[in-house]
């Protein structure tokens, strides 16, 4: 009964994630912006099973002369999209249920960090408000990003097992004497996280890599131990860039025999790309793009929930400052964060 009370909690972000994926239900697929997925889950499930890992070069991408596509864009979800293959389910599906996987794991991680500074009922307001931001729709039925919508389903798991590593490493002698053990665990997972990041979009790796090292500098330096500084945080997140070396060593010994540089400007300068202040607040939904000014064809709205709710919570800060001078660091760093 106490695993099926403490299940509860996950079970209700499950529940109310069904709205976010209920579109892979219907048949066959929805136009996308970046509409291959379907093919990149075949070739990976085809270039696995003729042995090849990692896999670096599918067979027929390249107008049939093949194409090194996983050595350079992010492999993680057409891993996961190629294991599904293996299972028995088709292409279509098992593309369908790797992208509805990617979302709930979304709610379902950020609902682990956030319950661990605001409780139960925290965590779940705060794992359905990610799971249903706006950009995650634009992402998954606008833009069809699933590299970028894998990675912040990752996010909140680096943040949260840095955290744990923290609580354990910091609790006092008695309770570390029970839970030391388990900071192996909590490396394992922050080693898996932040390795999932960076081989689920390397883009948004190179984003996040400064503000979980900032936030693992904070906890580091906040901690009034002495002698059992939580040195494991730094292990943690080192392991997980060893555990993704089989992709970005590639990318970057290899990056000067590609073209990549030449899309820097163009149509993909980014200067041409600044969000407009009023958009983040409404813009209207569409499955246009972004162009110079205002007037892009695609909403960036942050969600007016989540802006309402993010000004509301700001008194809270000072509260919690009284209470802990930690928590109220780590808050500052997430609106900080955020604001950038």
């Known amino acids: 009964m106490k695993i099926l009370k403490k299940a509860i909690p996950l079970i209700i972000v499950l529940f109310l994630s069904f709205w976010a994926i209920k579109p892979l239900f219907s048949p066959g697929f929805f136009p996308m912006h970046d509409d291959t997925q379907v093919?990149?889950?075949?070739?990976?499930?085809?270039?696995?099973?003729?042995?090849?890992?990692?896999?670096?070069?599918?067979e027929d991408l390249g107008y049939g002369y093949g194409y090194p596509i996983f050595n350079f864009y992010a492999p993680l979800a057409y891993y996961i999209g190629g294991f599904f293959m293996f299972l028995g389910f088709n292409a279509l599906l098992a593309t369908k249920i790797m992208i509805g996987l990617g979302i709930v794991l979304s709610g379902i991680f950020m609902y682990l960090l956030a319950r661990e500074f605001w409780g139960e009922v925290g965590g779940i307001i705060s794992g359905l408000l990610y799971l249903y931001a706006p950009y995650h729709a634009v992402d998954i039925y606008v833009r069809g990003d699933v590299a970028e919508f894998f990675a912040y389903a990752f996010i909140p798991l680096v943040f949260f097992g840095v955290y744990r590593i923290y609580k354990i490493s910091t609790?006092?002698?008695?309770?570390?004497?029970?839970?030391?053990?388990?900071?192996?665990f909590w490396v394992a997972v922050s080693a898996f996280a932040y390795a999932g990041v960076i081989l689920s979009?390397?883009?948004t790796a190179m984003m996040m890599t400064p503000f979980v090292f900032i936030f693992a500098f904070i906890l580091y330096a906040s901690s009034k131990l002495k002698i059992n500084k939580p040195h494991f945080i730094w292990l943690g997140l080192l392991l997980g860039i060893v555990l993704a070396a089989f992709y970005w060593l590639p990318v970057f010994f290899e990056l000067s025999f590609t073209n990549v540089l030449s899309v820097v400007g163009g149509g993909s300068n980014y200067k041409d790309h600044f969000v407009c202040i009023n958009q983040l607040w409404n813009s209207p939904w569409g499955f246009g793009g972004s162009v110079p000014g205002c007037m892009d064809g695609l909403s960036f709205r942050i969600g007016k929930i989540h802006l309402i709710l993010a000004a509301f919570s700001l008194p809270v800060m000072f509260l919690v400052f009284e209470k802990n001078k930690t928590k109220f660091s780590i808050l500052i760093f997430f609106i900080a964060s955020l604001l950038f």
């Open 39 to 58: 093919a990149r889950v075949f070739e990976m499930h085809k270039s696995l099973n003729d042995g090849m890992f990692p896999v670096r070069w599918v």
């Open 201 to 203: 979009h390397n883009l």
């Open 171 to 184: 609790a006092d002698s008695k309770l570390q004497l029970k839970i030391k053990n388990n900071i192996w």
